[in-house]
């Protein structure tokens, strides 16, 4: 079942429920999140200048199970997130954010594959509805086979 919230050219919402999980996903808009997650730190878009970072940032991903969330650190910065929520053999990926200043340099990356590792390595499909690891995915066969697949 699903509801969409919100109009042409807006931020949305839509939940989404798979497998006992209920899903609030993030859709539509333009530009980075505009404040779709609001108890989280939303990162204003800076003018294009040249980055601090260099062209591969060294990423550190860490499980913040609490918050329910990868991290991805950058010098002991928090340079992005991947939400997860888990349900009966599935996990479902809604929403990936990275800090403006960090885009580019492999941060959604680490996030994704280290999101998708954790799922092969507990035995879980995955449902993304986050459009940047579902992309992601799609770009990267090799995990193509966690991918929830509906059986109805």
Sequence with gaps: MAAHVGGAGQI????VQVAGVTALVTCGGQGFDQGAIAQERVWPRPARAASTVGAMAEVEVRDSPERKRFEAVVDGQVAGFAEYMHGDGLVVLPHTQVDPAFEGK???????????????????????TCPFIAGWMNRHPEYLDLAYQNQN
């Design 12 to 15: 949305g919402h839509e939940r």
């Design 106 to 128: 492999g941060v959604g990356a680490a996030l994704a594959r280290a999101a998708l590792d954790n799922a092969r390595s507990r035995g879980v499909r995955v449902l993304a």
